[in-house]
C-alpha cells in the first residue's frame, strides 16, 4: 500500500466543506459525538453478500490491523454494531465474530530515533505484535506476521535498509535477518500467540532490506524462512509481491531457481492501481499451477465515503484515485470489494488460501471537520497524537531515516476513509462481509437505481471497433450495490461509424433489471475513431519501447500515468531531464502530415522543453510543436504543427520524415507522454 498522500491532497482535503453542519458537538477527547451524527446512516446500513460457493476449506478471511495499538493509545475509540465500547480483547473478538479468522500485524525491526521517538504508521515493532496477538490469540483469532525488514514502511517505492545493518556485507545482513526473525518469532511465540503465516518482506517487487538483485533478495528470503522453520514448524511461510500486472511468472521463477523454501505466493491488489479482477484470478492460478504453492490476497481495500476524517488528506479522494470506480464509495461498495476480490481469488481453485482487507482500524484519533465547531484544536490534537504515538501514517521522528517521504509529508492517516469502522470506530456492516460470504446475506428486496455510463472508448481508424466495446455495464442498486449487466450493441448503428470522428453508440441489457417492469434498458457510449498512425506504437500501448529509439534510460515506456490505456513514456532523472525519442518513416503517398501529443508532469524548471519535431529529410523543412508541463496528471497537448506557424507539413510519396520528441528539464523532472499521433490531414 501506498502510504503517502500529495501535499496537494491534503490542502484539497482541507477545503472540503462536510455535508452536515456539526453544532454542538463535543470537542474532548470521550464523546465521539460528531462522527456520530455524520455516520449513522452509514451505520445503519446493512450490506447484500451474495454466498460464494467454491471457498476451499482451509480459506482464511483476514485484515491487517497494525494500527489497532496506536491508535487506542491515542484515545481512538471503538465500539460494536450495537454501540458499545470495544476494549482491546472486545475489538479483537469482535473481528472473530463478524466473520475474520485471521490477523495480520507488520513488524518494523526499529521504528525508533536515537532518542526514542516513534517513528508513526503504528510503531509497530515486535512488542506491538506481541501485544495486539496474545489479544487476537485470546479471541481465537490466526495471526500473520509480515515482517519489512526495515525501520519503516517497505513497498515497491522503498525498502530501506534496517539502521542496524547498513554497514553489513549481505553475508552479513543474511545471518542478521536470520537470527533477528528467530527472536522476534520467539517473543511471539513465548507469549503463546498463536503465529500461523510468516510473510518474508513486504511487496518485495523491487528489493528487501535494501538488497536490489534476484540473488541477494533469495538469500534474504531464505534466511527469514529458515528461522520460520525452526521455531513455528507448523506455520506457512509467504513472500509478497505489490501488484499482479507486475511480472509474477517471472518472480516465481526466480523463487524456484533459488530454491526458496516458502509456502505461499502472495499479492496486493489495490482495484484502483492493480488492474481487473479477470487478470488477478487468471495470474494468480497461473503462479499456482507452476508453482503447486498456495495463493493469497494480502491487502486490499475500498473507501465508504470520498470524505477525510483525521485532517491528513486520503489516498482515495475526491481528487484521487476515485475515477470510474467499479464499486460505490459506501458501505456496500466495500462489502461488494470484499466479495469480487475474494471471489476472484477463489476462483484460482484449491490453491487459493485467503484474502485479507488492509487496515480496517485504521480510523481518525478524533473526527475532525474542516468546518465544524474547533475544528482547528481537534486537528491539532490529532496532530500531537500522531507524534506522541505513533497513529499517523509518519511522525516527524522519521525525518531522519526516511527524509524524502516522512520527512515532508509526515501526518495522519491517509485510510481513515478505508476502515471497516465509521470516523467515530463503530463498526460498519462492511465488516461482516467476511461473515455472509460464507452464507450470503441478503438486506432487503432490492431496485436499479442508476446505470453507471461506460468509459468512453478510442481507437484508431481501420481497428475494429468490437475490440474496443465493452461487453458489460455497471449499474447501481438502490443500496448502492454496484452489479454487471450483459449488454447487446446496435450493429446497424455500429456499421454507420465510417470516418474519423466522435461517435454515441448504443446497447440494450439483456439481462434481467432488479425492479424492473420489462421494458429495455439502452446505455450510451461515447466513441472517438482516431486517425490512422503513422507511427508505431504512438499510444506505447505495446509495453515496451516497440517503434522508439530513446536516447536515455531516464525515460522509457512504463504504466506509470497514462493518458489512454495501460502504458506511456515515462522519465524521471535525479539530473537534469534530457533525452529524444525518435521515429522515422517513409510516406506513403503525397500529403500533409499532423501530429498531436499529450504530456503532463511536472519540477522540470522554467524553459523547460517538451516538444515534438517532425522533419521532412527529403525537402529539408520540419516544424514543431510543444507544450509547457503543467503538474500531475494535468495533461496538455501540443497544438499541432502551428508553433511553427506552418499548418502541416508537406510530403510526397517516398520521402523520408523524421518524428522527434525532445525532453529537457531540470534535474529532478519528471512526467509522461502519450497518444502521439502522425497522421495524414
Ligand atoms: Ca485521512
Not at 127 to 133: L, P, S
Request: net charge negative; aromatic share 10%.
Amino acid at each position: 500500500m501506498k502510504k503517502k498522500t500529495l501535499s496537494s491532497v491534503l490542502a484539497a482535503a482541507l477545503i472540503i466543506s462536510s455535508v452536515l453542519s456539526l453544532s454542538g458537538c463535543g470537542n474532548d477527547n470521550t464523546t465521539p459525538v460528531c462522527a456520530d451524527m455524520l455516520n449513522t446512516a452509514d451505520r445503519e446500513i446493512s450490506v447484500s453478500v451474495a454466498k460464494i460457493d467454491n471457498l476451499p476449506s482451509d480459506f482464511l478471511m483476514g485484515a491487517d490491523v497494525s494500527s489497532y495499538l496506536a491508535i487506542d493509545k491515542s484515545g481512538g475509540k471503538y465500539y460494536d454494531y450495537d454501540g458499545k465500547e470495544l476494549d482491546m480483547d472486545g475489538f479483537f473478538t469482535l473481528l472473530k465474530t463478524s466473520g475474520l479468522d485471521i490477523v495480520r500485524f507488520r513488524v518494523w525491526n526499529d521504528p525508533y530515533d536515537e532518542k526514542g521517538r516513534g517513528y508513526g504508521g503504528g510503531n509497530c515493532d515486535t512488542d506491538a505484535a506481541v501485544t495486539m496477538g496474545t489479544s487476537a490469540t485470546k479471541a481465537g483469532l490466526q495471526i500473520m506476521i509480515d515482517f519489512h525488514y526495515s525501520d519503516f514502511w517497505a513497498d515497491p517505492n522503498k525498502q530501506m535498509t534496517p539502521k542496524a545493518w547498513q554497514a553489513m556485507s549481505d553475508s552479513e545482513k543474511e545471518s542478521a535477518l536470520e537470527s533477528y526473525t528467530r527472536e522476534s518469532l520467539l517473543k511471539l511465540k513465548d507469549a503463546g500467540v498463536n503465529v500461523t503465516i510468516v510473510s518474508i518482506g513486504n511487496e518485495t517487487d523491487n528489493g528487501m532490506s535494501g538488497g536490489t538483485g534476484w540473488a541477494e533478495k533469495c538469500a534474504l528470503y531464505s534466511a527469514g524462512s529458515r528461522a520460520v522453520r525452526e521455531v513455528f514448524p507448523d506455520a506457512l511461510v509467504a513472500i509478497h509481491y505489490s501488484n499482479p500486472e507486475h511480472d509474477y511468472v517471472k518472480y516465481a521463477q526466480y523463487l524456484t531457481d533459488y530454491k526458496v523454501d516458502y509456502d505461499i505466493f502472495g499479492t496486493s491488489y489495490y482495484p484502483y492501481w492493480h488492474g481487473t479482477l479477470e487478470n488477478l484470478t487468471s495470474v494468480m492460478k497461473e503462479i499456482a499451477d507452476i508453482t503447486g504453492k498456495r495463493v493469497m490476497v494480502l491487502e486490499t481495500s475500498w473507501a465508504y465515503t470520498l470524505e477525510d476524517g483525521d485532517g491528513n488528506g486520503n489516498t482515495v479522494s475526491h481528487e484521487e484515485n476515485s475515477d470510474d470506480p467499479y464499486y460505490s464509495f459506501s458501505v456496500q461498495g466495500q462489502a461488494d470489494e470484499i466479495s469480487s476480490v475474494t471471489q476472484a481469488i477463489a476462483d484460482v481453485g484449491d490453491a487459493a488460501l485467503g484474502c485479507l482487507y488492509w487496515e480496517p482500524a485504521w480510523i481518525p484519533v478524533k473526527y475532525y471537520n474542516p468546518t465544524g465547531r474547533d475544528a482547528a484544536k481537534i486537528l491539532e490534537s490529532n496532530k500531537k497524537a500522531w507524534e506522541k504515538y505513533g497513529s499517523g501514517w509518519a511522525s516527524s521522528y522519521a525525518s531522519a531515516y526516511d527524509p524524502e517521504d516522512a520527512g515532508v509529508y509526515y501526518g495522519g492517516s491517509a485510510v481513515d476513509n478505508q476502515a471497516l469502522f465509521d470516523f467515530g470506530g463503530h463498526a460498519l456492516d462492511s465488516l461482516n462481509t467476511f461473515r455472509y460470504m460464507r452464507e450470503g446475506h441478503e438486506a432487503e428486496e432490492l431496485t436499479l437505481s442508476q446505470i453507471i455510463l461506460p468509459a468512453p472508448i478510442s481507437f484508431e481508424y481501420g481497428e475494429d471497433i468490437h475490440d474496443y466495446l465493452p461487453m458489460t455495464v455497471r449499474g447501481e442498486l438502490d443500496n448502492k450495490q454496484r452489479i454487471t449487466f450483459n449488454v447487446e450493441w446496435d450493429e446497424e448503428e455500429l456499421a454507420s461509424f465510417t470516418g474519423v470522428g466522435e461517435y454515441t453508440a448504443h446497447c440494450t441489457i439483456i439481462d434481467e433489471i432488479p425492479g424492473g417492469d420489462g421494458t429495455p434498458r439502452k446505455v450510451m457510449l461515447k466513441v472517438n475513431i482516431l486517425p490512422e498512425n503513422l507511427l508505431v506504437n504512438g499510444d506505447m500501448e505495446s509495453g515496451d519501447a516497440t517503434g522508439w529509439t530513446i536516447s536515455d534510460p531516464m525515460a522509457g515506456i512504463t504504466t506509470d500515468d497514462p493518458y489512454r490505456g495501460s502504458y506511456s513514456l515515462h522519465f524521471w532523472s535525479e539530473g537534469q531531464v534530457s533525452f529524444t525519442a525518435s521515429q522515422n518513416i517513409t510516406a506513403d503517398k503525397d500529403g500533409e502530415l499532423v501530429f498531436s501529443m499529450k504530456a503532463q508532469g511536472g519540477d522540470m524548471g522554467d524553459g523547460h522543453v517538451v516538444k515534438a519535431v517532425v522533419t521532412n529529410e527529403t525537402t529539408g523543412v520540419s516544424a514543431e510543436g510543444s507544450v509547457t508541463l503543467a503538474g500531475w496528471q494535468k495533461w496538455q497537448e501540443t497544438g499541432s504543427i502551428s508553433d511553427a506557424g506552418i499548418a502541416a507539413l508537406s510530403v510526397s510519396a517516398g520521402d523520408k520524415v523524421t518524428f522527434e520528441i525532445v525532453v529537457s528539464g531540470s534535474a529532478g523532472g519528471w512526467g509522461t507522454i502519450d497518444d502521439v499521433f502522425l497522421s495524414y490531414q
